[in-house]
């Protein structure tokens, strides 16, 4: 098929996936099915150079009637505006936040985070760096779910502190459980995960699960060390080997550990991983079977896969960290963001891709087999291009990817939204940062990448650059998610 009907052909489907969920005319509360929201960090016009704090955190994207293919389009954005100063979606009331959910009750959940970078007593919001704050999918407010605390059970705090001077590390990701109504936190202080439900209107920790070596660590970092250092999280039913004969499905939490990245492209493969060495050490999966009562099981979590390095002609022997998970069936997604350090940095890029599974774990357990650090077939799918930037490579994804619903005509993999950079080019007027939809499908056969993908920059300016000010994403399934 040439270019220009592939493009015709997925305009058709994205207008008839829009009569389809009914979508609205403009992004508004409630939350309409079918539309996505997003993270993200203003630009730096705030005090000492840090985010300006009128500038959006959290935007509600209205992708219907689907835009332009292969250019800018200027969708609409809802953060809240309007509504009283302390109520609207800015970084001055959340300040940098990075994972999101939306629960059954279209709430909106976000974490305080420092992958955009340090700005000191500028980086988080009124609740420090383990709030996670809930925005109410109705009226728009902001609610502090969870604020910075111990991390007790039976409190509504998260543990993230510092000593004095150093700006705490901040939360990594969270999830949403709709089956048993209740939410998963990553934690970049302590490195373990927390199952929290909604009690009286705040997130109250139910358990604390600690996947390796206990906290507190040696030398008591501010950041859990690399190899402890859980950041995302999703849960899913996926088949697992109960056995070495027999396989059921069964309810996981999945979860991702970051042990290299950019600046750090040797750490070794840790002792303190449930598995010895089946290929060459790098960012790993786990999964963590749920009782029947969706609690995590008292025997831990299994690695489940180990992510495939970067690859340009040779392997670089490293890839950057999954900052985000999804699913459907048996699609999944992983999200990487590009990472040199612990705090994250504006400006870096272009070293992170989205990967499509395409294989279920083997008998032992793993997806991965042997071999450095892949035997054939590869199980990764590398058809999920994001940006034009530097191809034929398409590796800026700045962390953050959803499955959008398919319509009921739909056959094979569901379409995409991620997060990224350079999506068009650097180029002014080309300079689009922000969302990118990517078909069901798949877009490496595009020429170029974007060709066949929507693009929306997230602050509607294409003039100049905004290098990893994009953030995590997710898609409303219905008006009641």
């Not at 015709?8 to 979508?23: E, H, K, M, P, Y």
């Not at 955009?116 to 420090?128: Q, R, S």
């Not at 950019?262 to 790098?282: D, E, I, K, V």
Request: charge should be neutral.
């Amino acid at each position: 098929m040439d270019a220009h009907r592939s493009r015709r052909r997925t305009a058709v489907v994205l207008v008839a996936a829009w009569i389809w969920l009914g979508g609205s005319s403009s992004a508004q509360l409630p939350l309409q099915a079918g539309n996505v929201m997003t993270t993200y960090c203003p630009d730096l016009t705030g005090v000492n150079g840090s985010p300006n704090p009128a500038g959006d955190a959290v935007i509600h994207v209205d992708v219907f009637p689907p835009g332009p293919l292969g250019a800018n389009w200027l969708a609409p954005f809802f953060s809240n505006a309007g509504a009283p100063p302390a109520e609207v979606w800015n970084y001055g009331n959340l300040g940098s936040v990075f994972g999101i959910a939306i629960d059954n009750n279209s709430d909106i959940y976000v974490t305080s985070s420092t992958v955009y970078g340090n700005f000191g007593a500028f980086t988080f919001g009124p609740d420090g760096g383990g709030a996670v704050y809930r925005l109410d999918g109705v009226s728009g407010n902001i609610d502090p779910w969870m604020t910075t605390g111990t991390g007790v059970v039976g409190t509504n705090t998260l543990l993230n502190s510092a000593p004095a001077g150093v700006t705490p590390p901040g939360l990594g990701d969270i999830c949403y459980d709709s089956v048993f109504n209740q939410f998963f936190v990553s934690n970049f202080a302590d490195g373990r995960i927390y199952r929290v439900k909604t009690v009286a209107n705040q997130g109250i920790v139910q358990a604390v699960n600690d996947p390796f070596l206990p906290y507190p660590y040696s030398g008591s970092p501010t950041f859990a060390p690399l190899g402890e250092r859980v950041w995302a999280v999703h849960v899913a039913t996926i088949p697992i080997f109960v056995n070495r004969l027999t396989q059921a499905m069964k309810r996981v939490l999945l979860f991702s550990v970051w042990l290299r990245d950019n600046g750090r492209q040797n750490t070794p493969w840790p002792a303190s991983w449930p598995l010895t060495l089946l290929s060459a050490a790098n960012n790993a999966i786990f999964s963590w079977e749920m009782d029947s009562q969706g609690a995590l099981v008292a025997g831990g979590p299994r690695l489940y896969c180990v992510m495939p390095y970067l690859k340009d002609g040779v392997s670089l022997g490293y890839s950057n960290p999954v900052s985000d998970i999804t699913s459907l069936g048996a699609s999944i997604y992983f999200a990487e963001r590009t990472i040199g350090a612990n705090y994250g940095q504006v400006g870096s890029g272009h070293l992170a891709r989205v990967l499509r599974l395409n294989a279920f774990p083997n008998k032992a357990g793993v997806v991965v087999i042997t071999g450095p650090p892949f035997q054939w077939p590869d199980p990764f799918d590398y058809r999920y291009r994001v940006g034009d930037w530097a191809s034929p490579r398409g590796w800026n994804c700045a962390g953050g990817v959803a499955i959008c619903r398919p319509s009921q005509f739909a056959f094979g993999p569901p379409s995409i939204w991620t997060t990224g950079d350079a999506l068009k080019g650097l180029s002014s007027g080309n300079a689009i940062y922000g969302l990118q939809w990517i078909p069901g499908g798949g877009n490496v056969s595009c020429a170029p990448y974007s060709s066949c993908t929507l693009l929306i920059d997230l602050d509607h300016q294409i003039n100049t650059p905004n290098k990893a000010q994009q953030g995590d994403v997710e898609c409303i399934w219905t008006n009641a998610h």
